[in-house]
């Protein structure tokens, strides 16, 4: 049976995302970025493609690592102005029945307790569509407008995320029975209290002793999304993460990538293939490949190598514009994204030759830190099924050059050409966003750590229900 090939897209409440400059090509629409419409319009869009969801990339923070400021992102339109991505989906939702919605958002500052609400009423609201991209932060202007000196080491970001999330379990799957909710008229009972739970929660960062705010939504837990591809990030993904985004330039990179993140899988304690791995990607085709190539060549002529290496600058945590276009960038060391340095390590050694600054510039100037795929919808259906029979990868993150022009000519030239050999499916599966990916539940699987904070599992903390609590009290 041929693999199926699956597709996200990629985007941000910005102008431009990850292709800075594309915002001044006439086709270009993420102008509209601050337009209901745009997104209701994607979504429809996106629906039509058979797209297992939109994943909304977000940053709270400038990106100021590039000469020490922020006035080139600022002027190049770098993933700012940017709005949050949260308040989009509830808007996408009420006008598509199966897209996912993937949104992003930090576990540095904003606590647990208001979030997990935040989520369970997206999950209800878009009946079990959402997922939640763990991040843990990497921009220095974040941690100064939040009252900090700068992030965290990278690892220590990690250590107060686990925690985070044993909050956030312990709230969606510990806190409420599922048959809690009653409704009982004739008694006036709407939730019985003896079957809500205090989490009991104490911990080195958090202490949240009550109950959750929210009845139990389709998933409970949202898909848990996660995008660190470093020794602790893998590590943290392999506990929690069910899809999971990498970047890699080459596909020998991307291989060993996903090899890494499987055998972590395993060593969790959990199936090699109970995550969906996506790698990020960017698709220019067209009718032909003469035509394919000629508008590539024409997006290129608006992007700005500049906001190219502004974002590098911010993703590796090193100022670039220290060194010359020419020079090697050389055995170097940040405290932001750490695969990303190594990514492009591994990419020199494979070159036989080491990555200048201007190599850099060209390669992220359109799509950010994945390759470009150029070509007919023929030849990208040829790469694409050639990557995942080579790296074992499930499928793409797609970034766009212009939007949403990239995604229409996804759709129009590459998705019937993928549905013609049987490698992209053709209709949705009904249910959950998880059901959707794994046929197995909307609820998290026992296997998963998450499971664990239910009543009566392992990591539960649960201090008694509030009804056996009042009756104490009194």
């Known amino acids: 049976m041929t693999r199926q090939i699956r597709f996200n897209a990629f985007d941000m409440n910005c102008v431009a995302h990850q292709s800075s400059g594309l ?39 400038t990106y100021d690592v590039y000469g020490g400021n922020n006035v080139a992102a600022i002027r190049n339109g770098a993933q700012i102005p940017v ?31 208001p979030f997990a609400r935040r989520m369970s009423t997206l999950d209800h609201l878009t009946k079990g569509r959402v997922g939640w991209n763990v991040v843990t932060g990497y921009l220095p202007s974040a941690a100064r407008n939040m009252g900090h000196e700068d992030q965290l080491e990278h690892d220590a970001r990690y250590d107060v995320a686990s925690e985070y999330l044993d909050v956030l379990y312990k709230l969606w799957e510990g806190s409420w029975e599922d048959d809690a909710v009653v ?31 929210s009845e139990p939504s389709i998933q409970r837990s949202p898909v848990i999304y996660q995008a660190g591809a470093s020794p602790r990030g893998v590590a943290f993904a392999a506990e929690n993460a069910e899809a999971i985004f990498v970047s890699a330039p080459t596909a020998a990179v991307l291989k060993a990538t996903v090899s890494r993140i499987r055998d972590a899988l395993e060593k969790a304690g959990r199936d090699r293939y109970s995550a969906k791995i996506y790698t990020l990607l960017t ?23 500049e906001g190219a290496l502004v974002f590098m600058s911010g993703w590796t945590g090193i100022d670039l514009s220290e060194y010359d276009l020419d020079q090697p ?44 795929f150029v070509g007919s919808g023929s030849e990208v259906a040829d790469h694409l099924e050639q990557l995942v029979a080579e790296t074992d990868v499930d ?18 030239h590459v998705i019937p050409e993928l549905r013609a050999r049987g ?40 201090t008694g229900s509030v009804a056996d609590k009042a009756s104490v009290d009194a």
């Open 423 to 462: 490698a992209y499916p053709t209709e949705y599966v009904e249910g959950s966003l998880r059901e959707k990916l794994f046929a197995r539940g909307d609820r998290l699987p026992e296997e998963h750590r998450g499971a664990s904070f239910r009543l009566g599992g392992s990591r539960s903390t649960s």
């Open 283 to 305: 698709i220019i085709t067209d009718d032909t490949h003469e035509k394919a190539v000629a508008k590539h060549e024409e997006y290129l002529r608006y992007a700005s190598e």
């Open 329 to 372: 960038i050389g055995d170097v060391q940040g405290n932001a994204i750490q695969s990303v340095i190594e990514n492009f390590k591994e990419s020199a050694k494979l070159d036989g030759r080491e990555w200048t600054v201007r190599d850099i510039a060209r390669f992220g100037a359109i799509g950010g830190l994945g390759p470009i």
């Open 83 to 113: 709005n949050d991505p949260v308040l989009l989906v509830s808007a996408m939702a009420a006008v598509t029945k199966h897209l996912g919605f993937g949104v992003t958002a930090g576990t540095a500052y904003e606590h647990p307790y």
């Open 183 to 213: 409704e009982d008229r004739e008694g006036g009972v709407f939730t019985d209290p003896a079957k809500i739970h205090e989490i009991g929660h104490r911990g080195e960062n958090y202490t949240v002793p009550g109950i959750h705010l």
């Open 23 to 61: 915002w001044r090509h006439p086709s270009d629409r993420s102008r509209h970025y601050n337009d209901i419409d745009y997104w209701t319009n994607l979504a429809k869009l996106l629906e039509s493609g058979t797209f297992d969801g939109l994943f909304i990339a977000d940053v709270l923070g």
């Open 395 to 412: 499928g793409f993150n797609l970034a766009y050059a212009v939007s949403p022009g990239t995604w229409e000519d996804v759709i129009e």
